[in-house]
Structure formats: C-alpha cells, structure tokens
C-alpha cells in the first residue's frame, strides 16, 4: 500500500537504543519519508542508564546510518513490522518533531515474527543486525 502526503498516519521506529515515534510524510515503493521525535519515556535524576546518547545531528545520522531499525506504520504494508535503512537525516522545520528521516524499508519475513517475539529488545536488535549482515532478512 502505497501512500503520499497525507502526513496523519503515525510512524514508529526503534534503533536498538532509542525509540521515536512521528508521522509519515510519504510511504512508495519501498521508501519512506517521516517526521520523528525521540519518545523520552522517562530519565533517572543521575540521567538515563548506559551509554550517553548523542544529540548531535551528524553524530546521530551516523549512528542510524550503520544500524538497521525496526519499524511500523498503520499505512505501511497494513502495520506489518518493516526493517527500516536510514537514508538521510535532516532537522525538521515542524517544532513538533526532531527530525525528518528517508531510508528504504522491507516487511520482516513471518518466519522472523515467532523468533523475535521471544527476544528481549537487544535480543531483536541483535537478530536483526546479525541477520542484516548475512543478507538473510526480509521476505
């Protein structure tokens, strides 16, 4: 299913460090273009757990860049979970949002779904990184 310009469908995308959650711009052909925000669902008083997350612009396109995303929108492919492959980065001009992101998607084959459905969240990143490198993800 194909969809451009309405900008009303919701966009999720994970990382393996952050989540963001937005809205698509345009979905065609295997490419997709979203407005997203970092969803900050909560901070320690110390600050958050783990290695600092970059908040540079160039620093978190090239973190993107070198991950594969999962990602899920109602008008992609029915709100089947894609992988996602970042293509550019680019700070938005709506205030509502972070960035505006462009990168390829791919639905995530079946015989994935039961296999990361047992996984913890670093688990999936992982499957879905190892399975990335091989070439063996997607439909």
């Not at 469908?9 to 995308?13: E, I």
């Not at 499957?127 to 490198?133: D, E």
């Given at each position: 299913m194909s969809k451009q310009g309405s900008g009303g469908?919701?966009?999720?995308?994970w990382d393996g460090e952050?989540?963001?959650e937005g809205r698509l711009i345009s979905a065609e052909d295997g490419r997709l273009t979203a407005r997203i925000r970092t969803l900050r669902r909560?901070?320690?008083?110390a600050g958050a757990p783990g290695r600092p997350i970059p908040l540079d612009l160039l620093e978190r396109q090239r973190r993107l860049a070198q991950r594969a995303c999962f990602g899920q929108s109602p008008a992609v492919l029915l709100g089947a979970l894609v992988e996602f492959h970042h293509g550019t980065l680019q700070p938005s001009s709506d205030r509502e949002f972070d960035y505006v992101v462009s990168g390829t998607f791919a639905p995530v084959a079946d015989e994935h779904l039961d296999a990361l459905s047992q996984l913890s969240s670093d688990g999936a990143h992982q499957?879905?990184?190892?399975?990335?490198?091989s070439g063996t993800f997607g439909p």
């Open positions: 469908d919701t966009f999720w995308l952050l989540e963001y909560w901070t320690l008083a499957y879905l990184q190892a399975r990335r490198a």
